[in-house]
């Protein structure tokens, strides 16, 4: 796993590789933080897979389930669970009509600067219930999101067991496995 800084334009100015595969990240501009990495899971199989294939053995032992979010960690939540054999629940960004009883809880605190309500479908938080839960995500940068899914892991009655992430970018101060860390700004 290397990651390196890249001259030239500001929009490849990052580049990573994990398993053999490389990715030259673009980066976005962010409110005052400036310009930061953007990983982008969606879309992309090879890294993706190459990822979840390094990401497996850092899964603690005596995890039941994963816990992700949509959008961007989903396939690698995915792939992760393919590659272990353990099932996977999804938090949502927005209430679906089907949703039953669903949980809910404020991430105060975005990187990209806007504040989110994410939701967790009853059955779906029942899947946790009496369980050791490992949350997993692409980036975690301040860690708002991961502390709201490790929430709703509390509120649905399951154990949390860590945070697992492709990369660590900022300043969290979670108690973090990861594989990469990505520059706060480039």
Do not use: C
């Amino acid at each position: 796993m290397t990651l390196t800084q890249q001259p030239g334009t500001e929009h490849h100015g990052l580049r990573v590789s994990v398993g053999g595969v490389t990715r030259d990240l673009p980066t976005v501009r962010v409110g005052s933080v400036g310009r930061v990495p953007l990983v982008e899971f969606l879309g992309d199989s090879e890294f993706t897979n190459a990822v979840a294939e390094a990401l497996v053995p850092l899964i603690p032992e005596g995890t039941e389930v994963l816990l992700t979010v949509v959008t961007n960690a989903l396939p690698l939540a995915h792939e992760i669970s393919d590659r272990a054999g353990l099932p996977y629940v999804v938090a949502r960004k927005k209430r679906r009509t089907y949703m039953q009883s669903p949980l809910i809880q404020d991430v105060p605190s975005m990187t990209m600067g806007v504040a989110e309500t994410l939701w967790l479908d009853g059955p779906h938080a029942e899947r946790l219930r009496g369980k050791q839960v490992l949350v997993v995500q692409d980036v975690i940068a301040s860690g708002g999101t991961a502390q709201a899914l490790g929430r709703f892991v509390e509120r649905s009655g399951g154990t949390l067991v860590g945070y697992l992430a492709a990369f660590k970018q900022g300043d969290s101060t979670l108690p973090l496995t990861y594989l990469q860390e990505l520059p706060k700004s480039v």
